[in-house]
């Protein structure tokens, strides 16, 4: 059975980091694109970032540029989202899943191609 558990969501003050995981069960993580994706109330969700089966590419939001970074580590399971310089907008539910189609990331990742969607875990960014 494959699952996705996502953790390090948390309350922190504009400006400040947040290291989120993604953890995997059941599931290789250099056989799949994972993506990072979120969702603030009353809007869709949104693509965060992506990395390769490979590890090799990467694909990150506009308004995530230059402040948040994917990683991977294939021994432990696990794919990290490290933000920094987080603003209020980010607030919302990060989760992660694997993408069943493409094993590159797309210029514009496909949510649809994307199962095995986590629970979440929540990022509130706020004073």
């Known amino acids: 059975q494959v699952q996705f558990v996502e953790s390090g969501g948390g309350l922190v003050q504009p400006g400040g980091s947040l290291r989120l995981s993604c953890t995997a069960s059941?599931?290789?993580?250099?056989?799949?694109?994972i993506g990072w994706f979120r969702q603030a109330p009353g809007k869709e969700r949104e693509a965060v970032s992506c990395?390769?089966?490979?590890?090799?590419?990467?694909y990150y939001g506009d308004s995530v540029k230059e402040r948040f970074t994917i990683s991977r580590d294939l021994g432990k399971k696990t794919v990290y989202l490290q933000m920094n310089s987080l603003r209020p907008e980010d607030t919302a539910v990060y989760s992660c899943?694997?993408?069943?189609?493409?094993?590159?990331?797309?210029?514009?990742?496909?949510?649809?191609?994307?199962?095995?969607w986590g629970q979440g875990t929540q990022v509130t960014v706020s004073s």
């Open positions: 059941g599931i290789f993580l250099d056989d799949y694109a």
């Open positions: 990395i390769s089966k490979r590890g090799e590419t990467s």
């Open positions: 899943a694997a993408d069943l189609v493409a094993s590159l990331c797309r210029p514009t990742p496909r949510l649809y191609e994307f199962n095995y």
